[in-house]
């Protein structure tokens, strides 16, 4: 026996689902060769690793047929093989559940983002300090937040009959922001804007509090737009704000 055809048959040995003769002839090889011995170990601490750390899982059935399905008549026979290795299944899940929580973790900070900038807007409405510095000029409210911050916010006009009314300094997730205000009559909107750090917002956009309330990310900063708006008129005038920054 060479040592391919050894190692082909190390995983069905780690099982002992090996016939007799092959184990022999396996195990004579495995005393002269230093190489697939050393393959075995590793094949072996792989497969108690997973024992250890994962809960033992059989296979749902439905699993099993759309695993079979998709594979040749031809590799049947390897895939049932496969099938019968519960540590493998338990290693599968693992994994699917590290990216699952990896998920619900992006997810939940994303909400707990949205829902400081909901407080801070309404906050702000409540306590009727909506600026730190007033102008319905872009320029100025620029120049003055840039000199409070160490970015440089992005002030544009988002259109559809918004104004200026001036920016804020504010705190989302423990860092100083800027708050971009603009008003159009009743309604109020506030853009949250601080650099992304490498922690770029997935764009969303959800009602919170009775409040519309749009994430994204964009030339490495993260905006976090909220208004009072009634209806759906948030997601234009992010379109607007995301073109006039470009
Ligand atoms: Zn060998």
Known sequence: MNCEQAKALLDTYIDGELGPDERAQLEQHLETCAECRATLARLRRFRDFFIANGPRYSPPPELKTKVLSRLEIAKRREATAWLRKPWLYAGILLLGGLLLSWWRISADSE?????????????????????????????????????????????????????????????????????????????????????????????????????????????????????NMSGQGLDEVVDRLKNAIK
């Open 111 to 227: 909400k707990a983002i949205a829902q400081q900038a909901v407080s801070n807007f309404v906050r702000a409405a409540a306590l009727e300090h909506l600026c730190d510095v007033v102008s319905p000029d872009p320029g100025v409210v620029g120049s003055w937040l840039t000199s409070k911050l160490d970015f440089s916010p992005p002030v544009v006009l988002p259109g559809l009959g918004f104004q200026m009314r001036g920016g804020r300094l504010d705190v989302v997730q423990n860092r100083k922001v800027a708050g971009l205000v603009y008003k159009r009559n009743k309604d109020l909107l506030t853009v949250f804007v601080w650099p992304a750090g490498g922690q770029p917002l997935r764009p969303n956009s959800r009602f919170l509090d009775g409040k519309q309330v749009s994430a994204w990310t964009q030339a490495d900063l993260n905006f976090v737009a909220v208004s």
